[in-house]
């Protein structure tokens, strides 16, 4: 008897094993902000943010990460929208649309890089197979990746408005992308400092 007891304890045992929930090891999933600074063309400004909707519908393992960024092979969609809140106004949406974005892991710290694309950006970034360069005039994400999938992952870093501070050309945003670095290479307007974590 005390045999049959143990066999079936250790099939129990088994079994809660197999459904014990695997972690998280990817970026999927709603995102809540909980801290932001914000800047207007770099320097900070007594503006609050009034809301930060971020949500990854789609990304790689984040064991699966690039050397840089590439527009082309951004393999993380979702959604993003960054509205602000200004003195004496009513709160403005500086950023909104469709995330794409991509794990890169350039200096041994991964980081999310990636655009705010609007519908139409980003349904002729699909009909051309994705080959054409970000617009000038998209949002920009740029977030650490920290934690791990037993406890948790934080994203902390900046999300940018889809326009630029000054007055910079088309020119200006292809160069920024060529040279291999992340971004426009020119300030955006709006600016939020975030650290977002996983509702």
Same mark, same amino acid.
């Given at each position: 008897?005390?045999?049959? @007891?143990? +066999?079936?304890? +250790? /099939?129990?045992m088994s079994l809660c094993a197999c459904h014990k929930p695997a972690p998280e090891l990817s970026l999927k999933g709603a995102w809540t902000a909980n801290a932001g600074q914000i800047?207007?063309? $770099?320097s900070a400004v007594p503006v609050t943010l009034e809301q930060l909707s971020f949500v990854i519908q789609d990304a790689p393992l984040l064991n699966h990460g690039a050397s840089s &960024?590439? &527009?082309? @092979?951004?393999?993380?969609?979702?959604? =993003?929208? !960054?509205? !602000?809140?200004?003195? @004496?106004?009513? #709160?403005?949406?500086? =950023?909104?649309?469709?995330?794409?974005?991509?794990?890169?892991? #350039?200096?041994?710290? @991964?980081?999310?890089? $990636? *655009?705010?694309?609007?519908? %139409?950006? *980003? $349904?002729? /970034?699909?009909?051309?197979?994705?080959?054409? #360069?970000?617009?000038?005039?998209?949002?920009?994400?740029? !977030?650490?990746?920290?934690?791990?999938? =037993?406890?948790?992952?934080?994203?902390?870093?900046?999300?940018?408005? %889809?326009?630029?501070?000054?007055? *910079?050309?088309?020119?200006?945003?292809? +160069?920024?992308?060529?040279?291999?670095?992340?971004?426009?290479?020119? #300030?955006?307007? /709006? %600016? =939020?400092?975030?650290?977002?974590?996983?509702?």
């Amino acid at each position: 008897m005390p045999k049959i @007891k143990t +066999a079936m304890l +250790a /099939w129990t045992m088994s079994l809660c094993a197999c459904h014990k929930p695997a972690p998280e090891l990817s970026l999927k999933g709603a995102w809540t902000a909980n801290a932001g600074q914000i800047t207007n063309c $770099g320097s900070a400004v007594p503006v609050t943010l009034e809301q930060l909707s971020f949500v990854i519908q789609d990304a790689p393992l984040l064991n699966h990460g690039a050397s840089s &960024f590439d &527009f082309e @092979k951004a393999n993380v969609t979702g959604s =993003a929208s !960054l509205t !602000l809140h200004m003195e @004496k106004a009513r #709160p403005e949406t500086v =950023a909104a649309g469709v995330l794409v974005g991509e794990i890169v892991n #350039p200096t041994g710290a @991964k980081r999310l890089q $990636g *655009y705010i694309l609007s519908e %139409s950006q *980003y $349904g002729a /970034w699909v009909l051309k197979n994705k080959k054409s #360069p970000p617009p000038p005039d998209a949002g920009e994400v740029d !977030l650490e990746i920290t934690g791990n999938g =037993a406890q948790g992952y934080t994203l902390t870093g900046e999300v940018r408005s %889809s326009e630029a501070c000054g007055a *910079y050309s088309h020119l200006d945003a292809v +160069a920024g992308d060529m040279t291999g670095h992340f971004g426009r290479s020119v #300030p955006a307007k /709006w %600016s =939020a400092r975030v650290v977002l974590e996983r509702m």
